[in-house]
Antibody, heavy 120, light 108 residues
Framework: QVLLVESGGGVVQSGRSLRLSCAAS????????MHWVRQAPGKGPEWLAV????????YYADSVKGRFIISRDNSKGTLYLQMDSLRDEDTAIYYC?????????????WGQGTLVPVSS | DIQLTQSPSFLSASVGDSVSITCRAS??????LAWYQQKPGRAPDLLIY???TLQSGVPSRFSGTVSGTEFTLTISGLQPEDFATYYC??????????FGQGTQLEIK
């Protein structure tokens, strides 16, 4: 079955960096676009970034553009999110999510999420 | 950016009731909208995509309809497991990919 498992979260000081990972299994990882979505406490989901199946195309939300970098290693079946210059408002649960084949960017599978509290 | 307005924010209903949640897009979106259900402590689950297509495994009491830029999620015959928060999402609003504000469905 499709499984996405995030790791790398934890308390981090404002201004510091953190790298999240998302290990994928149960499907052909290299065939799917992948996303990072976060959810601040008590808020709705916020889409952050997408990477194409081959890693060539990447797009970001304005709120993280220039600070976060999405990447993938198809040989390892792993998605990454490098987060630099973290701010208090980046405190959230971070999810990786898969888009189904076909082009529309819905999210048919999600990981369980990893919590990133940013402390000042 | 395309704006999504989801309503209501809160909904109180009883088991067996039918309820509807609406999302209105600020411009035409080619009938493409998704609905998600989220329970506390869990990631959202995809319920409906392309406005009205049920994701595999989703019970048939969930349905989606489209009328212009207004999308409606209807749950017919609420079950105890349906009490959760629901979000709409525009897959092709990119950039960015937009979510609605959410509707918290509570037991009356």
């Amino acid at each position: 079955q499709v499984l996405l498992v995030e790791s790398g979260g934890g308390v981090v000081q404002s201004g510091r960096s953190l790298r999240l990972s998302c290990a994928a299994s149960g499907f052909t990882f290299s065939s799917y676009a992948m996303h990072w979505v976060r959810q601040a406490p008590g808020k709705g989901p916020e889409w952050l970034a997408v990477i194409s199946f081959d890693g060539i195309n990447k797009y970001y939300a304005d709120s993280v553009k220039g600070r976060f970098i999405i990447s993938r290693d198809n040989s390892k079946g792993t998605l990454y999110l490098q987060m630099d210059s973290l701010r208090d408002e980046d405190t959230a649960i971070y999810y990786c999510a898969r888009s189904p084949s076909g082009g529309a960017w819905t999210f048919d599978y999600w990981g369980q999420g990893t919590l990133v509290p940013v402390s000042s | 950016d395309i704006q999504l307005t989801q309503s209501p924010s809160f909904l109180s209903a009883s088991v067996g009731d039918s309820v509807s949640i609406t999302c209105r897009a600020s411009q035409a979106v080619n009938y493409d909208l998704a609905w998600y259900q989220q329970k506390p402590g869990r990631a959202p689950d995809l319920l409906i995509y392309a406005g009205s297509t049920l994701q595999s495994g989703v019970p048939s009491r969930f349905s989606g309809t489209v009328s212009g830029t207004e999308f409606t999620l209807t749950i017919s015959g609420l079950q105890p497991e349906d009490f959760a928060t629901y979000y709409c999402q525009l897959p092709n609003s990119f950039p960015p990919i937009t979510f609605g504000q959410g509707t918290q469905l509570e037991i009356k």
